[in-house]
């Protein structure tokens, strides 16, 4: 084990720990997965809040904590100390077993995620398609919350959810297709479907395949797009679980902490679904342009980055001290608001440091362009209505699907011309 | 000439002890408490599957019996309970009452009170545009336009406030003109006001018109033709988008409408979408009206020659306007008291609701939610 | 409650000129063509300004203490006298009063003659439909149908008078907004529509007993039992 860890530091590891066998190291990276999955869901919760709110010119929560930031917090403890309602009705084992269906598939996806080169749980050779099986047994998870409430309404959801989740994995499913076909334009001829492996092979190319043979590449990548955001039951696709509707969601009949592991799943599975498209599409872990522009310079450039953008958050947050009325009631919300900028201040500075530099950036780049795909969802929430669930149904196998095919072929096509 | 059997709207609530599993109809209640509905509004839905069978609205639950109240109350005293009908448009309440009950005096308001009459009211035809959008948005899924809307809202209602001290219920007019002189500053207020919303009218239709889901969700939902509409009594910008180009405040003009240029929107097809349109382009032309209003307000007195004990003689008069929603009509019996011996509000929600059904058959569950929207209807109105 | 209404109405004061600050003078009788009866009779619990004009001839005889408009004048257009031809003395008069035009027809007219209208004579919208008491007359109810012709821009009404539990022929099969428009007058004042598809209450529960909008129903009656079984207020208030 000390020799793994060694040789890691010592940049000499080249395979991830699940296949070195480093069942210890892979536990590290396990449990710092799971930390990072709940620090990015309470982030998204806050985020959320506060961009929708922004966009429909409000504040957002702003009371708790410095400009709401302890908001995630106080919602988690309100969740934990809620009544745990069990209908009288209800099925309690599957009632019980629902939620923990979704939660687990949500987490378990997160095992082929990779951060870097070497920086994922294990890479399995099968890792695309293992991702996109076990997120499709998050709809077990719904039917079955919505069976085990035992009232019309939620099973009306649930099955409207599963109808709709499934649909689009079929779109998403040729959407990844043509990204494998992409990444066996290589001397072999091999493709691959290992995630490690898609990045590896854009990096082979040159070519973040977004761009590889124009527009095929972005097509390919938009069916993804949408279809992902139906996949996880957000708007424009989420009249499942809309207010406005008459059936209410699957999830109507759990409260408290159940409840919020069904909102925890959600947000791990548009972080996953999120993933998948930065891996297959976007590059991964690569920085911008690694090989138009390369040297040493560029190179400490863009190693910059992270420290770069943690200052600039510490400094946005310092504005907002410096803006805090002054008034004595906001005493200790601004001392917060300091404390938790000079935090931010502290994170990236320790981010200039060479040691750390050098081997966050994968890191750094993968969780950029994830947290831009939250953004996007965040967008779409605040801009469009809803489709209606036949209208969206039609969107999935009458616009989606034949796109999906089409981009599938012309890629083949292309592939084998060029 | 319509076949009244089509409209029949009750339904035989008879098989309800089956589970729903085993028949093909379900009948599906959305409770007086609902998000959508806009107050409380109890629809009973006969459905096969999605498609909606047929619809029965259970209305009453906001009756708080006005009419009879107006038998007890002299024609002053009555005055403020008109707003509260249609709380969303007060003004126009309370412009139809004041009128009514004018006419039956054989007075006229002085132009002046004519004048300002008009801006408030369709300041007040602004805003109850503007809710309508942003609730009818909220219930198809845009959650944004809402708070734009209520936004802009504001500013209409912080002119109300300066003029007669109350935002929404604002018993604005006296039975004879207006009690309450213009405030210093009010064209400059309304003025500025015009230059703020005009663009971000435009903000809410580059929103939403050109938006596919918009588009999708709206067109071709909630169908009614224009006979149907005539037919079942069916006024204001419904009418107008199943292509009637028919606008009280044209055909049979009041309270200085005559003098203002403006146009009547019409749509072709009289499906939700159209009615979208058609109330996106009364709100402009509103806009025009209150410009051209404002500029050239008369001088004179506000209130005419009315006696402090209003004692109509006998008789009964009919008046109507054109309210945001469609034709409101106050009938009011006078026995020569100083109390009505009968008012009675012929409201164009409660008529309007009844077209529900019509509109609504054949359609899915989540176009019931839509078409309710498109009505903008008003329980305080539809109840009284 | 009751005094509540009493006390702002100042009494009349009697001065018949104030009473009558309109443009224009008023026409020779002192007395309108169409009086809705007496309503200064007891039968009228709550409208203290009858009481008090009561005690105002006391000292006034010759001025009237009601304020007299412009009278009703007589309805003159041909569509009048084509349904004079028509039905004779069925029409039982047909007026304008401030410029609004009425008739009053026999109830035996009723659903032929509303139908005429809307085919011949192009009253395709039925704005409304509604009824007053009058409980000291023989024909207590006068049901009104006021209606508008799109194509001449007119607006009417048609009034008849009937008893007391009279039924009356449902304009619903010409105008099928008279669906809730019947159903409300049916709540509020009790009069049945015959050939209606569904009369039932409308604005009241189901099975509240009364009917609000007639006179002898007072200003704060409610239905007790229905309170009481269905609220659990024991007191019905």
């Known amino acids: 084990m000390l020799d793994y860890i060694n040789s890691y530091l010592s940049d000499t590891v080249h395979v991830t720990p699940g296949e070195a066998g480093n069942f210890f190291w892979a536990l590290v990276y396990i449990i710092a997965i799971f930390a990072g999955l709940s620090v990015a869901v309470i982030a998204m919760n806050w985020l959320e809040r506060k961009i929708l709110a922004h966009m429909q ?185 809309a207010e406005s509707e008459l059936t209410a969601g699957f999830h109507t009949e759990y409260s408290g902490f159940r409840w919020s592991l069904f909102f925890l799943a959600e947000y791990s599975a548009m972080i996953a679904v999120s993933s998948i498209a930065v891996t297959l599409w976007l590059g991964g872990w690569l920085r911008p342009f690694p090989h138009a522009l390369t040297g040493e310079t560029w190179d400490l450039v863009f190693s910059l980055f992270p420290g770069i953008t943690f200052m600039f958050l510490a400094a946005i947050t310092f504005y907002s001290v410096a803006r805090m009325p002054k008034h004595p009631y906001f005493r200790v919300q601004t001392i917060g608001l300091a404390g938790f900028g000079a935090v931010l201040a502290l994170i990236g500075l320790a981010l200039f440091a060479p040691p750390v530099r050098d081997r966050i950036q994968d890191v750094y780049w993968f969780v950029v362009k994830v947290a831009g795909f939250m953004y996007l969802y965040i967008w779409y929430r605040g801009t469009f209505p809803r489709y209606r669930f036949d209208q969206l149904m039609k969107v999935g196998w009458k616009v989606l699907l034949p796109i999906g095919l089409g981009v599938l072929i012309l890629t083949a096509v292309s592939g084998i011309v060029f | 000439m319509p076949d009244a059997t089509k409209f029949l709207s009750h339904l035989e609530l008879g098989e309800t002890d089956q589970t729903f599993l085993d028949s093909n109809e ?109 609730t009818h948005a909220l219930d198809i899924g845009a959650i944004t336009p809402l708070f734009y809307t209520f936004r802009d809202r504001e500013e209409i209602l912080k002119i109300f406030e300066k003029y007669c001290g109350a935002r929404l219920t604002t018993h604005a007019f006296r039975i004879g003109g207006c009690l309450y002189e213009t405030y210093d500053g009010f064209e400059q207020d309304v003025t500025r006001f015009l230059k703020f919303v005009a663009p971000k009218i435009d903000e809410y239709e580059e929103l939403l018109t050109t938006n596919r889901i918009w588009v999708e969700r709206t067109k071709k939902v909630g169908y009614i033709t224009a006979d149907d509409c005539k037919a079942l009594g069916v006024t204001g910008p419904v009418l107008r988008a199943s292509g009637v180009q028919w606008d009280l405040r044209k055909a049979q003009p009041y309270a200085a409408y005559k003098e203002f240029d403006f146009d009547i929107p019409t749509g072709t097809n009289g499906d939700t979408y159209d009615r979208y349109l058609v109330r996106m382009q009364e709100m402009r032309q509103s806009l025009r009206i209150i410009d051209q209003a404002v500029g050239k307000i008369p001088e004179g007195p506000i209130m005419a020659k009315v006696p402090k004990v209003i004692k109509p003689a006998v008789g009964e008069i009919y008046h109507s306007i054109e309210a945001p929603k469609g034709e409101l009509g106050y009938f009011i019996v006078s026995d020569g008291s100083t109390q009505p011996y009968r008012v009675r509000v012929r409201p164009p929600s409660f008529v309007n609701l009844q077209a529900l059904d019509q509109m609504v058959r054949g359609q899915l569950v989540a176009d019931v939610v839509a078409v309710i929207g498109t009505l903008d209807i008003v329980l305080g109105e539809v109840d009284r | 409650m009751a005094d509540e209404t009493k006390a702002p109405a100042p009494p009349p004061s009697g001065e018949p000129k104030d009473s009558q600050g309109k443009p224009n003078p008023p026409s020779v009788e002192p007395v309108p063509a169409k ?203």
């Open chain 2, 26 to 134: 379900l009948i599906i209640n959305m409770g007086p408490q609902h998000p959508a509905t806009h107050g409380v509004l109890r629809v009973i839905l006969k459905l096969d599957g999605e498609k909606v069978l047929g619809t029965e609205c259970v209305i009453g639950y906001l009756h708080r019996g006005v009419e009879k109240i107006a038998e007890h109350r002299t024609y002053t005293m009555f005055n403020p309970y008109v707003d509260r009908m249609d709380y969303v448009a007060a003004v126009s309440n309370g412009l139809g009452y004041c009128e009514a009950v004018e006419k039956l005096m054989n007075v006229e308001a002085p132009p002046r009170a004519n004048y300002i009459r008009v801006i408030l009211t369709e300041l007040n035809r602004l805003a109850s545009h503007m809710l309508w959008l942003g």
């Open chain 3, 35 to 237: 009086k809705p009866g007496d309503p200064a009779a007891p039968a009228n619990p709550g409208a203290p300004g009858s009481v008090a004009t009561g005690s105002a001839p006391a000292h006034h005889e010759a001025a009237p203490a009601k304020p007299v408009g412009p009278a009703a004048t007589e309805w003159h257009s041909e569509m009048v006298s084509r349904l004079t031809r028509q039905y004779g003395s069925g029409i039982r008069e047909a007026s304008t009063y401030l410029g609004q035009n009425y008739m009053v027809v026999d109830s035996s007219l009723i659903p032929e003659l509303l139908r005429l209208l809307r085919d011949q004579e192009q009253f395709d919208y039925c704005v409304d439909i509604t009824a007053l008491h009058y409980p000291e007359k023989e024909k207590a109810f006068e049901v009104i149908w006021i209606l508008y012709s799109f194509a001449k821009n007119e607006r009417i009404r048609v009034k008849t008078e009937i008893v007391d539990g009279q039924v009356v022929p449902s304009s619903f099969s010409i105008w099928p907004t008279a669906n809730w428009l019947e159903r409300e007058v049916y709540d509020m004042f009790g009069i049945r529509f015959d050939g209606h598809p569904d009369l039932k209450r409308i604005l009241l529960p189901d099975g509240w007993k009364g009917h609000p909008l007639r006179k002898d129903y007072g200003i704060i009656q409610q239905d007790n039992e229905w309170v009481q079984i269905n609220l659990g207020i024991e007191s019905g208030q």
């Open chain 1, 57 to 241: 010119i409000r504040l957002g929560p702003m009371r708790v904590g410095p400009h709401g930031l302890l908001q995630p917090v106080a919602d988690a403890i309100k969740l934990l100390l809620k009544e745990d309602i069990l209908p009288s009705e209800a099925d309690p084992l599957v009632f019980w077993l629902a939620p923990l269906i979704v939660v687990w598939t949500a987490f378990t996806v997160f095992i082929v995620v990779p951060f870097g080169p070497t920086h994922a749980v294990t890479d399995m050779n099968i890792g695309v398609l293992f991702m996109l099986g076990v997120s499709s047994l998050s709809v077990l998870g719904v039917v079955t919350a919505g069976w085990a409430s035992n009232s019309h309404y939620p099973l009306i959801g649930a099955l409207r959810s599963s109808a709709q989740m499934v649909s689009y994995e079929i779109a998403m499913g040729l959407a990844v297709i043509s990204a494998v076909l992409m990444s066996s334009l290589n001397a072999e001829g091999t493709g691959t479907l290992s995630m490690i492996g898609l990045v590896q092979a854009q990096e082979a190319q040159q070519t973040w395949f977004i761009f590889k043979f124009f527009p095929l590449g972005l097509i390919a990548f938009f069916v993804f797009a949408v279809a992902m955001v139906a996949e996880t039951n957000r708007a424009p696709f989420d009249l499942p679980e």
